[in-house]
């Protein structure tokens, strides 16, 4: 038992809580850190085993196209579609550790945004065919950033639009720039998210609580990961959102020139 000691004097009854609360309060500190440690951990556990099946499936694929066995490579293909989705969810899970533990490496090179946003698009086309998502406002806004990270960010939103408008209704991009910043907006009129809890969408592994979201698979780092991207190139994102008609999501980042200057 540790001494109820406070500033040299032995109270009785105020203090012996005030430890009790001190003592908790590392515990729980103590728990958190272990909690990372453990995401961190499983995560890297997860991911060699699934990258070697991943290589391994890559490989069959291959000799089974060589002697045109189409009925084997359908069946494999219904493999590599949970096996990709398996690997963004250990991929966001060891990147929200590197990121709570300031590991993350970003590179900065000039990126165009225009052609980032119809970069990433393409893909999310190929996987949702008969969706609408049109882009508008092509003009030219360059930022300096990793491609890569900036890519991963709006695929995040688009993917989200998609996600969280169950009747397929038709998602809308839109890339506008001042003097010195651009602004993207991705707008959907999907569920919605209820006023209460729009603040903690961003917070890390939050999920709206109301059932049309919790009907939808996910585990809440979409937007956690989105928003420390989006903050480590100096910029910000925010929401604007109605329930049952939809949110708009905005990214405003620092225009190349501007981001120079700084
Ligand atoms: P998830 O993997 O759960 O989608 P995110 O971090 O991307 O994680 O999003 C956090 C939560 O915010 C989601 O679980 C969902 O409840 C809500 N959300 C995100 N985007 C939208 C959207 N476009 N429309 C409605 N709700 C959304």
Same mark, same amino acid.
């Given at each position: 038992r540790?001494?109820?000691l406070?500033?040299?004097?032995?109270?009785q009854?105020?203090?012996?809580q005030?430890?009790?609360?001190?003592?908790?309060?590392?515990?729980?500190?103590?728990?958190?850190?272990?909690k990372?440690?453990?995401?961190s951990?499983?995560?890297?556990?997860?991911?060699?085993?699934?990258t070697?099946?991943?290589?391994q499936?890559?490989?069959?694929?291959k000799?089974?196209?060589?002697?045109?066995?189409?009925e084997a490579?359908?069946?494999?293909?219904r493999v590599?579609? +949970?096996?990709n !989705?398996? =690997? /963004?969810?250990i991929?966001e899970?060891?990147? %929200?550790?590197?990121?709570?533990?300031?590991?993350?490496?970003?590179?900065?090179?000039?990126?165009?945004?225009n052609?980032?946003l119809?970069?990433?698009?393409?893909?999310?086309r190929?996987l949702?065919?008969?969706?609408t998502?049109l882009?508008?406002g092509?003009?030219q806004?360059?930022?300096?950033g990793?491609r890569?990270?900036l890519?991963?960010?709006f695929?995040?939103?688009?993917?989200n639009?998609?996600?969280?408008s169950?009747?397929?209704?038709?998602v809308?991009?839109?890339?506008?720039?001042?003097?010195?910043?651009?602004?993207?907006?991705v707008?959907?009129?999907?569920?919605?998210? +209820?006023?209460? !809890?729009? =603040? /903690?969408?961003?917070e890390r592994?939050?999920? %709206?609580?109301?059932?049309g979201q919790?009907?939808i698979?996910?585990?809440?780092?979409?937007?956690?990961?989105a928003?420390?991207?989006?903050?480590?190139?100096?910029?910000?994102?925010t929401?604007?959102?109605a329930?049952?008609k939809?949110?708009?999501?905005?990214?405003?980042?620092p225009?190349?020139?501007?981001a120079?200057?700084?």
């Amino acid at each position: 038992r540790l001494p109820v000691l406070v500033g040299g004097v032995i109270f009785q009854e105020q203090p012996r809580q005030m430890v009790a609360f001190m003592l908790d309060n590392s515990a729980r500190k103590e728990l958190e850190q272990r909690k990372d440690d453990f995401i961190s951990m499983a995560s890297h556990e997860l991911k060699t085993p699934l990258t070697a099946v991943k290589l391994q499936v890559q490989l069959v694929r291959k000799r089974l196209e060589k002697h045109s066995q189409h009925e084997a490579v359908t069946a494999l293909t219904r493999v590599e579609g +949970p096996v990709n !989705q398996l =690997e /963004r969810l250990i991929t966001e899970l060891l990147d %929200v550790s590197r990121m709570q533990a300031g590991k993350l490496e970003y590179r900065r090179e000039p990126v165009d945004l225009n052609e980032l946003l119809r970069e990433v698009t393409a893909p999310i086309r190929h996987l949702h065919p008969g969706r609408t998502i049109l882009i508008s406002g092509s003009v030219q806004a360059s930022v300096i950033g990793d491609r890569d990270r900036l890519g991963q960010v709006f695929t995040n939103l688009i993917s989200n639009a998609i996600k969280y408008s169950p009747n397929a209704e038709a998602v809308e991009i839109d890339l506008a720039r001042s003097k010195d910043a651009v602004m993207v907006h991705v707008r959907d009129h999907g569920l919605g998210i +209820p006023r209460e !809890q729009i =603040e /903690r969408v961003f917070e890390r592994f939050y999920r %709206v609580t109301d059932l049309g979201q919790q009907a939808i698979p996910g585990l809440g780092m979409g937007l956690y990961i989105a928003a420390e991207i989006v903050k480590h190139h100096g910029g910000t994102i925010t929401v604007d959102s109605a329930v049952g008609k939809g949110s708009t999501f905005t990214v405003i980042l620092p225009l190349l020139r501007a981001a120079l200057s700084s």
